[in-house]
């Protein structure tokens, strides 16, 4: 990941003499704040498993954690979260206003797609994958699931699960599928990492479910506070044991993955 720290620290710090400084300040406070860089990190170690370069990866791998970052960004404004800490620190918008925290997230997310196409050569493979980042960063995916979260509260667990699916899972998902798609796999392949890619996501979700469960609004909608914390517990750990089946039957050896994996999901134990 010293490799993507680095290229990432240097494409914002490459912007910042053409961006108001404001603006880059609130930029940077948000996207090197300590965030775990799960994403990227996916990305990088299943494009080791399925041979695509770090210097073909690192451009969709910032991509991506740009675009998750614009996501928290707004994800934690007053109109929508209303969260005044993320990651340990004051909320962009509390630092910066509300105006720029908007701008920052909105210059991020353009950015992302910046940085994608001055940085891929223009290939088939290379615009499907940048494509498929588009479509898990919009409106039918991780927009789309932010929305019905917001407008139609659910305490149906499958309803859950499919907000879950595209307001989370989506940008996970892609973090396996666009290395597949750059190597030019069969699609039975392609198809195979997405679904793990997928649950990835579903048990990313409920894990934090359970570790925000004393912070969580009292209004907020969870698995937990659906079916409680012994229940989500054992949904878990069905979904963990479906996942490293899936990765122990695939073409490809992803023990380092699935590690990384199993330490993602005890997060909650």
């Known amino acids: ?9 240097g494409i914002l710090s490459d912007v910042k003499g053409e961006v108001n400084p404001v603006l880059h300040c609130a930029i940077t406070y948000a996207a090197c704040s300590g965030g775990k860089r799960v994403r990227p990190k996916l990305m ?16 969709y791998a910032a991509a991506l954690e740009l675009i998750h970052t614009y996501s928290l960004i707004h994800d934690d404004l007053p109109a929508m979260d209303n969260d005044d800490i ?5 909320t962009v918008h509390k630092v910066f206003g509300d105006a720029v925290a908007l701008l920052a997230g909105d210059a991020l997310l353009n950015f992302a797609y910046e940085t994608l196409f001055h940085r891929i050569e223009p290939t088939r493979s290379a615009i499907l994958a940048a494509t498929k980042l588009s479509e898990a960063a919009g409106m039918k995916n991780m ?23 595209k307001k989370t899972g989506a940008l996970i998902a892609v973090a396996f599928t666009i ?5 030019d796999l069969p699609p039975s392949t392609l198809q195979t990492f997405e679904k793990i890619g997928n649950l990835v996501g579903l048990i990313f979700q409920l894990v934090d479910d359970l570790i925000d469960t004393n ?19 054992d949904i878990i750990s069905a979904k963990t044991n479906v996942l490293i089946s899936l990765l122990r039957d695939a073409p490809y050896d992803c023990t380092m993955l699935t590690n990384y994996l199993l330490e993602l999901s005890n997060r909650c134990i």
């Open 1 to 9: 990941m010293h490799q993507f720290e680095c290229y990432f620290n």
């Open 215 to 233: 912070t969580t609004d009292e209004n907020e909608i969870t698995a937990v506070t659906i079916i409680g914390c012994q229940r989500t517990k």
């Open 179 to 183: 290395p597949c798609i750059l190597a």
């Open 143 to 165: 927009v789309s699931g932010q929305a019905t979260e917001f407008v139609a509260q659910t305490q149906d667990l499958n309803g859950l699960f499919d907000i879950y699916r």
């Open 44 to 59: 990088l170690m299943m494009s080791e498993i399925v041979g695509v370069s770090v210097d073909v990866i690192l451009p």
């Open 86 to 90: 993320r990651r340990g620190l004051p």
